[in-house]
């Protein structure tokens, strides 16, 4: 999957074309469109130059789930957009709105034209057309599932639409995405798609993300019962912890393990490589030297104090999450970090880097210790908390910690949120927790954060190409 990125960049290309800032248009041109939809390779192509677009997106991913929550702060340069996104300031007209917007739109427009398109091939020549189309939704789900989360209300589309139709599409109450698309394309989705991938394949979409995606999709809008069955679900599809938590990020080593559920997906060498080891690595030449990691270092995602202050000293997931002050270098000593430099980092994303911003570290969506605490959280809110210890204490177990046994509802519901603070810290997870379980302005008020920025405001450039306010009005706060 990670190859197959790149082999199809120039295809997608072809398939459509950029047009301003809302949604890609098919293009005129001298080849017709229809004729690049005729044969099973043809969607194939099709369906990763859509995955392409998330590999892009989620280059800048971090600045919404983890710089915008209370356990990732930037410490050095304020000048930039995880800054303005740490400090409650980003403003409308910031660059990385206009592009998380226009990518998240050119997913949903390439998928809604493989799922036109697909329609009248011919299953005999198109011999994966089933898969092809879970795939699709899957992919459209998951862009409205993180558009709605970022943004709130924003233009369904269901099918390709021209130039004249896009400029008259108004934004839609998020509920009504949920329930029309996100939700029902997950459900297809996992019907659709097989447990497991083999080969090239490995690392699209599966049944089981499918149904992880939708189990956080029903807690984000606190369907507890409903997230129960579909959590439990995942469970029986033979996922388990591996059982040395540092493992998950040895990027010598595979990446699709027992706990893997989905990522995104990045190589290095050809093209596709990460920006993340460079982007969050300490700006210390010696320390780079160590690791291995070429071109600038950019220090951004610092863990903060308070993350520092709910690690215990026998937490085996501590040392690879949360460091300060400085580095062991090649001899076991320890060196301190420039002073002028940031002092505290993550070691989550740390590899050896061949080329500036070009890392094999992928970006993990979700794994089976997040799934595991989804149901235990899914479980206690349905009064079944003495069923939702076993689940938290798996995590707790894998991380050399002594389980819970009697806790009271109220009382394991803290103990899950701390949980998630400790295992998926750095993994695009927290701001979006503390949205969906009410926590946002409490925790983050001292922070700078107000009562109506649990969305961030949708592109000037987009409320000013639509110019309709009944329309096309921005979030309120943000006039």
């Given at each position: 999957?990670?190859?197959?990125?790149?082999?199809?960049?120039?295809?997608?290309?072809?398939?459509?074309?950029?047009?301003?800032?809302?949604?890609?248009?098919?293009?005129?041109?001298?080849?017709?469109?229809?004729?690049?939809?005729?044969?099973?390779?043809?969607?194939?192509?099709?369906?990763?130059?859509?995955?392409?677009?998330?590999?892009?997106?989620?280059?800048?991913?971090?600045?919404?789930?983890?710089?915008?929550?209370?356990?990732?702060?930037?410490?050095?340069?304020?000048?930039?957009?995880?800054?303005?996104?740490?400090?409650?300031?980003?403003?409308?007209?910031?660059?990385?709105?206009k592009?998380?917007?226009?990518?998240?739109?050119?997913?949903i427009?390439?998928?809604?034209?493989?799922?036109?398109?697909?329609?009248?091939?011919?299953?005999?020549?198109?011999?994966?057309?089933?898969?092809?189309?879970?795939?699709?939704?899957?992919?459209?789900?998951?862009?409205?599932?993180?558009?709605?989360?970022?943004?709130?209300?924003?233009?369904l589309?269901?099918k390709?639409?021209?130039?004249?139709?896009a400029?008259?599409?108004?934004?839609?109450?998020?509920?009504?995405?949920?329930?029309?698309?996100?939700?029902?394309?997950?459900?297809?989705?996992e019907?659709?798609?097989?447990?497991?991938?083999?080969?090239?394949?490995?690392?699209r979409?599966?049944?089981?993300?499918?149904?992880?995606?939708?189990?956080?999709?029903?807690?984000?809008?606190?369907?507890?019962?409903?997230?129960?069955?579909?959590?439990?679900?995942?469970?029986?599809?033979?996922?388990?912890?591996?059982p040395?938590?540092?493992?998950?990020?040895?990027?010598?080593?595979?990446?699709?393990?027992?706990?893997?559920?989905?990522?995104?997906?990045?190589?290095?060498?050809?093209?596709?490589?990460?920006?993340?080891?460079?982007?969050?690595?300490?700006?210390?030449?010696?320390?780079?030297?160590?690791?291995?990691?070429?071109?600038?270092?950019?220090?951004?995602?610092?863990?903060?104090?308070?993350?520092?202050?709910?690690?215990?000293?026998?937490?085996?997931?501590?040392?690879?999450?949360?460091?300060?002050?400085g580095?062991?270098?090649?001899?076991?000593?320890?060196?301190?970090?420039?002073?002028?430099?940031?002092?505290?980092?993550?070691?989550?994303?740390?590899?050896?880097?061949?080329?500036?911003?070009?890392?094999?570290?992928?970006?993990k969506?979700?794994?089976?210790?997040?799934?595991?605490?989804?149901?235990?959280?899914?479980?206690?809110?349905?009064?079944?908390?003495a069923?939702?210890?076993?689940?938290?204490n798996?995590?707790?177990?894998?991380?050399?910690?002594?389980?819970?046994?009697?806790?009271?509802?109220?009382?394991?519901?803290?103990?899950?949120?701390?949980?998630?603070?400790?295992?998926?810290?750095f993994?695009?997870?927290?701001w979006?927790?503390?949205?969906?379980?009410?926590?946002?302005?409490?925790?983050?008020?001292?922070?700078?954060?107000?009562?109506?920025?649990?969305?961030?405001?949708?592109?000037?450039?987009?409320?000013?190409?639509?110019?309709?306010?009944?329309?096309?009005?921005?979030?309120?706060?943000?006039?």
């Amino acid at each position: 999957m990670k190859k197959l990125l790149s082999l199809v960049a120039l295809t997608s290309l072809l398939m459509v074309s950029c047009s301003k800032e809302f949604i890609e248009i098919p293009p005129v041109a001298t080849v017709s469109v229809d004729a690049l939809y005729k044969t099973d390779k043809d969607f194939q192509d099709a369906v990763v130059a859509s995955y392409n677009t998330l590999q892009t997106q989620y280059q800048d991913f971090w600045i919404y789930g983890d710089a915008r929550g209370d356990d990732s702060r930037q410490e050095v340069v304020k000048t930039d957009p995880w800054y303005f996104s740490d400090a409650f300031i980003l403003s409308s007209d910031n660059d990385l709105l206009k592009t998380t917007w226009r990518n998240y739109y050119n997913i949903i427009n390439r998928t809604n034209i493989i799922l036109a398109k697909i329609e009248s091939a011919d299953a005999a020549v198109v011999t994966n057309k089933p898969r092809h189309i879970a795939e699709a939704k899957f992919l459209r789900a998951f862009a409205y599932f993180d558009l709605v989360r970022i943004f709130g209300d924003v233009p369904l589309l269901t099918k390709p639409v021209t130039t004249a139709e896009a400029y008259t599409q108004a934004r839609e109450k998020a509920d009504k995405i949920y329930d029309e698309v996100i939700i029902k394309d997950l459900l297809d989705a996992e019907n659709g798609l097989p447990v497991k991938y083999t080969g090239a394949d490995v690392g699209r979409a599966t049944k089981g993300a499918a149904k992880a995606i939708l189990g956080r999709v029903y807690m984000t809008r606190k369907d507890f019962v409903k997230a129960e069955t579909k959590l439990q679900e995942i469970t029986t599809l033979g996922y388990s912890l591996l059982p040395n938590y540092n493992d998950l990020f040895d990027y010598t080593k595979n990446e699709h393990h027992n706990e893997y559920i989905f990522d995104i997906e990045y190589e290095e060498g050809i093209g596709e490589g990460s920006v993340f080891t460079n982007r969050f690595f300490p700006n210390s030449a010696a320390m780079a030297d160590v690791y291995g990691v070429k071109g600038g270092l950019t220090e951004t995602n610092s863990p903060s104090p308070g993350l520092f202050a709910i690690f215990t000293a026998d937490d085996k997931r501590k040392d690879i999450t949360v460091q300060k002050d400085g580095f062991i270098d090649k001899t076991g000593a320890f060196v301190k970090l420039p002073s002028a430099t940031s002092q505290a980092y993550t070691r989550k994303y740390i590899t050896p880097v061949g080329t500036a911003n070009d890392s094999r570290a992928n970006w993990k969506v979700i794994r089976y210790a997040d799934v595991l605490l989804l149901y235990a959280e899914a479980l206690n809110e349905n009064g079944k908390t003495a069923q939702a210890l076993p689940f938290i204490n798996q995590v707790r177990t894998r991380a050399g910690l002594t389980g819970y046994s009697n806790l009271a509802k109220d009382e394991l519901r803290e103990k899950i949120y701390l949980e998630r603070r400790l295992e998926l810290s750095f993994e695009g997870v927290r701001w979006f927790d503390l949205v969906r379980t009410g926590r946002a302005f409490d925790t983050l008020k001292s922070l700078g954060m107000k009562e109506y920025m649990t969305v961030f405001a949708v592109p000037l450039g987009q409320i000013q190409l639509m110019n309709n306010r009944t329309l096309f009005p921005q979030n309120p706060g943000y006039e």
